[in-house]
């Protein structure tokens, strides 16, 4: 898929409240692309255009984070507001650059007890491709408390990475998805890199894909690095294209994490959906709710899941009596088939999905996880289902693929439980006696 084109400008957008309407901002580019010069100068206006804002900077050590705080250092110094208008502080361990406003940027150490006690306006982690899952949440875990108080943005930045670069394969994944379904809250993303079909020995396509040509790359200093770099070194640094086997999520795992909810109790009587599904060979079955609440947003719980279909038709009609659902619906394309008539004869009037159902039901489940508009019930089998999930191209369409290593049946269901309700006759007005 060819990112090279995809850029935003709503990193700054506001909600109606006033708050960051993206509290996370992903950018992902070249080398020598101008990141730096961003971090920098982003978070200096960050700190002269509000009072008292604490705004923090680090990098895959802090001594390399370091390097680039002295950098900016000297760009302070050479600027309007060099000393005294700024107060620099360089000595090593209390780094930090202070302004009028009475706002300060500073050096924190990446590590998961780093900014303890503090409120942040705006947090940069740089080269976040030398992080792993382990590393990233930990700092996630660091820095996401100091935005309770204050509305903090957390801004990341880096090249692509490699098959290690587990954490912000993530964030990428995380960042495709809400740029191709539209979402207007939660991540901003922003990317550059060669579209797949470029060859990285195309010097000039290459050139012509990066930020910095015609500005601060010289082409000589691009044919060397070609030269001495292996091919796919030389794509992941200046075509910032991830190496094969960083394959990506068809759900990402930071925008399923996001999307919890254990306050939202399921609805009475006629308040939901349900779906059923069938895993690969009858090895198990789930039934999931999926309704929307009053103010539009799309809720899933998982009502049951177990070894084996004999059990289904009967917990079905049990669900059906009590709960009243809207709509009942199952995929008639796959294994479910087999339990759906047993399902009808048990006395649940059960209608089968078909192919287009389930293509839009997939996408629509997609689209709400991205657009932060659908929030789910954990569970073990529902988050073990999503981790599993892969999409089945279906000519220009896709549905969810079944044959993995683990069964899927869940989230189907939940996919389905949506679609029902939304697709369900509207409920009976009330019978008023005149």
């Given at each position: 898929?060819?990112?090279?084109?995809?850029?935003?400008?709503?990193?700054?957008?506001?909600?109606?409240?006033?708050?960051?309407?993206?509290?996370?901002?992903?950018?992902?580019?070249?080398?020598?692309?101008?990141?730096?010069?961003?971090?920098?100068?982003?978070?200096?206006?960050?700190?002269?255009?509000?009072?008292?804002?604490?705004?923090?900077?680090?990098?895959?050590?802090?001594?390399?984070?370091?390097?680039?705080?002295?950098?900016?250092?000297?760009?302070?110094?050479?600027?309007?507001?060099?000393?005294?208008?700024?107060?620099?502080?360089?000595?090593?361990?209390?780094?930090?650059?202070?302004?009028?406003?009475?706002?300060?940027?500073?050096?924190?150490?990446?590590?998961?007890?780093?900014?303890?006690?503090?409120?942040?306006?705006?947090?940069?982690?740089?080269?976040?491709?030398?992080?792993?899952?382990?590393?990233?949440?930990?700092?996630?875990?660091?820095?996401?408390?100091?935005?309770?108080?204050?509305?903090?943005?957390?801004?990341?930045?880096?090249?692509?990475?490699?098959?290690?670069?587990?954490?912000?394969?993530?964030?990428?994944?995380?960042?495709?998805?809400?740029?191709?379904?539209?979402?207007t809250t939660g991540m901003a993303y922003f990317e550059s890199s060669i579209p797949d079909d470029v060859d990285p020995a195309?010097?000039?396509?290459?050139?012509?894909?990066?930020?910095?040509?015609?500005?601060?790359?010289?082409?000589?200093?691009?044919?060397?690095?070609?030269?001495?770099?292996?091919?796919?070194?030389?794509?992941?640094?200046?075509?910032?294209?991830?190496?094969?086997?960083?394959?990506?999520?068809?759900?990402?795992?930071?925008?399923?994490?996001?999307?919890?909810?254990?306050?939202?109790?399921?609805?009475?009587?006629?308040?939901?959906?349900i779906a059923f599904e069938v895993g690969q060979g009858g090895a198990d079955a789930a039934i999931v709710a999926g309704w929307?609440?009053?103010?539009?947003?799309?809720?899933?719980?998982?009502?049951?899941?177990?070894?084996?279909?004999?059990?289904?038709?009967?917990?079905?009609?049990?669900?059906?009596?009590?709960?009243?659902?809207?709509?009942?619906?199952?995929?008639?394309?796959?294994?479910?088939?087999?339990?759906?008539?047993?399902?009808?004869?048990?006395?649940?009037?059960?209608?089968?999905?078909?192919?287009?159902?389930?293509?839009?039901?997939?996408?629509?489940?997609?689209?709400?996880?991205?657009?932060?508009?659908?929030?789910?019930?954990?569970?073990?089998?529902?988050?073990?289902?999503?981790?599993?999930?892969?999409?089945?191209?279906?000519?220009?369409?896709?549905?969810?693929?079944?044959?993995?290593?683990?069964?899927?049946?869940?989230?189907?269901?939940?996919?389905?439980?949506?679609?029902?309700?939304?697709?369900?006759?509207?409920?009976?007005?009330?019978?008023?006696?005149?």
């Open positions: 898929m060819p990112w090279q084109t995809y850029t935003n400008d709503v990193a700054h957008e506001l909600l109606p409240s006033g708050e960051w309407a993206y509290p996370i901002v992903v950018i992902t580019v070249q080398r020598q692309a101008g990141k730096t010069a961003l971090v920098a100068g982003s978070s200096t206006h960050r700190c002269l255009s509000g009072p008292d804002r604490e705004c923090w900077y680090t990098a895959q050590h802090r001594a390399d984070a370091r390097d680039n705080f002295m950098k900016l250092a000297k760009k302070i110094r050479r600027s309007p507001f060099a000393p005294p208008f700024a107060k620099i502080r360089e000595s090593n361990g209390s780094e930090s650059i202070s302004f009028p406003t009475g706002s300060a940027y500073g050096l924190f150490a990446p590590s998961e007890e780093a900014l303890h006690g503090k409120a942040t306006a705006k947090v940069d982690i740089d080269e976040v491709w030398t992080f792993n899952q382990v590393e990233g949440d930990a700092l996630l875990q660091a820095i996401m408390p100091t935005f309770a108080t204050v509305d903090g943005q957390l801004w990341i930045y880096s090249t692509a990475g490699t098959a290690e670069s587990t954490w912000l394969r993530a964030l990428v994944d995380a960042g495709r998805l809400a740029a191709e379904s539209g979402a195309d010097l000039a396509a290459v050139a012509a894909h990066h930020p910095a040509t015609g500005y601060t790359l010289r082409p000589r200093a691009l044919a060397d690095a070609a030269r001495i770099m292996k091919p796919g070194e030389f794509a992941r640094a200046y075509g910032n294209r991830w190496p094969a086997g960083a394959a990506e999520s068809a759900i990402p795992a930071l925008i399923w994490s996001l999307q919890t909810d254990t306050a939202t109790a399921l609805p009475g009587p006629g308040g939901a959906a929307r609440d009053p103010a539009g947003m799309a809720h899933v719980e998982l009502l049951d899941v177990r070894d084996g279909t004999s059990w289904l038709p009967a917990r079905m009609a049990a669900l059906a009596a009590a709960l009243e659902p809207r709509a009942t619906v199952y995929d008639r394309l796959g294994p479910a088939v087999a339990v759906g008539d047993e399902v009808t004869r048990a006395g649940v009037d059960a209608q089968p999905a078909t192919f287009d159902d389930l293509a839009g039901a997939a996408s629509a489940f997609l689209a709400g996880l991205a657009e932060r508009r659908l929030w789910y019930r954990p569970h073990p089998a529902l988050d073990a289902a999503v981790a599993a999930a892969v999409r089945r191209d279906v000519g220009d369409r896709w549905v969810w693929g079944r044959k993995g290593a683990y069964s899927v049946a869940a989230l189907i269901a939940a996919t389905l439980a949506v679609w029902a309700f939304d697709h369900a006759p509207p409920p009976p007005e009330p019978f008023h006696v005149r």
